[in-house]
C-alpha cells in the first residue's frame, strides 16, 4: 500500500506563496498520477491540481489556474505544490493521493487512493 506525506503548510499573508511537498518513504512516486486536494472547514474536498506519471500532463481546478503550479522531481521523489498570490478563500487542509487514468480535477476525488494526512494551509492577515 502506498504511503503518501505531505508538508510545507503553513500561515501566510494574503498574497503570499507557500510550496507543499508530497513524498513517500516506501514507494517511487514516478509510478503514479499524483492530485493534491483541499478541504476547507465546512466544505467538500475537491481537486486542486494533477500531474500524470509518465507524460507530465496536468490539471488544475479554475480557481487556482495562473496561481499553483504542480511538478515532481523524480530524484527526490516528491511531487510539489507551488502555490503564489495566495487568498483568504486557499485556506483548507491539502491532501495528496493517488489518481487513477482517465479522471478530471473534478472525478479525481472520488476515485483516488491512499491519502496522506494533510497539511493545513491558512491564509490570513
Known amino acids: 500500500q502506498l504511503t503518501l506525506v505531505e508538508s510545507g503548510g503553513g500561515l501566510v499573508q494574503p498574497g503570499g506563496s507557500l510550496r507543499l511537498s508530497c513524498s513517500s518513504p516506501t514507494d517511487r512516486l514516478d509510478d503514479y498520477n499524483i492530485g493534491w486536494f483541499r478541504q476547507a472547514p465546512g466544505k467538500e474536498r475537491e481537486g486542486v491540481s494533477y500531474?500524470?506519471?509518465?507524460?507530465?500532463?496536468?490539471m488544475y481546478a479554475d480557481s487556482v489556474k495562473g496561481r499553483f503550479t504542480i511538478s515532481r522531481d523524480n530524484a527526490k521523489n516528491t511531487v510539489f505544490l507551488q502555490m503564489n498570490n495566495l487568498k483568504p478563500e486557499d485556506t483548507a487542509v491539502y491532501y495528496c493521493?493517488?489518481?487513477?487514468?482517465?479522471?478530471?480535477?473534478?472525478?479525481?476525488?472520488?476515485?483516488?487512493?491512499?491519502w496522506g494526512q494533510g497539511t493545513p494551509v491558512t491564509v490570513s492577515a
Open positions: 500531474i500524470a506519471n509518465w507524460s507530465g500532463k496536468t
Open positions: 493521493a493517488a489518481v487513477p487514468y482517465d479522471q478530471t480535477i473534478i472525478t479525481m476525488v472520488r476515485t483516488a487512493r491512499y
